[in-house]
């Protein structure tokens, strides 16, 4: 059974920082390239940071650059989405996405909720 779990979200002033982490089970992790995606209120999800199956190279939406880290520890089955300087527009859903190279398809997680408030 496919399972991917998120945990770490919460609420936090501006400024402030998160890590979030999503643990993967019934399947080869090592495989898949991992991505975070984050859906706010009214909008449309949207891809906020991925990385390859080594862990070696990683991408991001243009507005967390520079403040967002995307990373992995296979042996452990888990991507971290390490999260600083969070402003209000960071508010969202944060979900996991595993997906094996070269298919349209793949895994999702439940999601877990950022709140960025004063």
């Known amino acids: 059974q496919v399972q991917l779990v998120e945990s770490g979200g919460g609420l936090v002033q501006p400024g402030g920082s998160l890590k979030l982490s999503c643990v993967a089970s019934g399947f080869i992790f090592s495989n898949y390239m991992m991505r975070w995606y984050r859906q706010a209120p009214g909008k449309e999800r949207v891809m906020v940071a991925n990385i390859d199956t080594t862990g070696r190279r990683a991408n991001y939406l243009d507005s967390v650059k520079g403040r967002f880290t995307i990373s992995r520890d296979n042996a452990r089955k888990t991507v971290y989405l390490q999260m600083n300087s969070l402003n209000f527009e960071d508010t969202a859903v944060y979900s996991c996405?595993?997906?094996?190279?070269?298919?349209?398809?793949?895994?999702w997680g439940q999601g877990t909720q950022v709140t960025v408030s004063s």
């Open positions: 996405h595993a997906r094996y190279p070269g298919h349209d398809n793949g895994y």
